[in-house]
């Protein structure tokens, strides 16, 4: 907690002095708004994330500006954790699989929250078409 102390300036007005400083950090992750978004599938767990596997690679070119780099690790047998990052944005994310459905939870900075309603049909959009691309004959 701060400390405040008054000290005599020779007058009847005491003059502010702070003893401490407090330091506040906010993380990203603090000022991100969670964006979760369920991509139904009945591909089976194992080979959704084969298709995962498969396709995060050409993730960045399905990115609008161009440019984009998309970074991914396992944490987990079932979820694939990425970064994206495009126009000096990063965008954490991770994807957990199930067997029915993908989730998606992006966790969007707060420069990009009222943007969050387009971004949710893109990767809807986008997560569908790349569960498509798969080399089965297994439609999703």
Do not use: F
């Amino acid at each position: 907690m701060d400390r405040i102390g008054y000290h005599a300036t020779g007058g009847n007005r005491p003059k502010l002095r702070v003893t401490e400083t407090i330091q506040a950090t906010v993380s990203p992750a603090e000022m991100a708004t969670p964006i979760i978004i369920d991509i139904p599938h009945s591909l089976g767990r194992d080979e959704a994330k084969r298709r995962m596997t498969n396709g995060v690679g050409k993730l960045a070119s399905h990115i609008p500006g161009g440019a984009a780099t998309v970074t991914h690790h396992w944490p987990s047998q079932d979820q694939m954790s990425l970064i994206v990052a495009t126009m000096g944005v990063e965008v954490p994310c991770t994807v957990d699989a199930e067997d029915a459905r993908l989730r998606v939870t992006l966790l969007l900075p707060a420069m990009l929250s009222l943007m969050s309603g387009p971004i949710k049909a893109i990767v809807q959009q986008q997560g569908e078409r790349l569960l498509l691309d798969g080399k089965s004959g297994q439609k999703v």
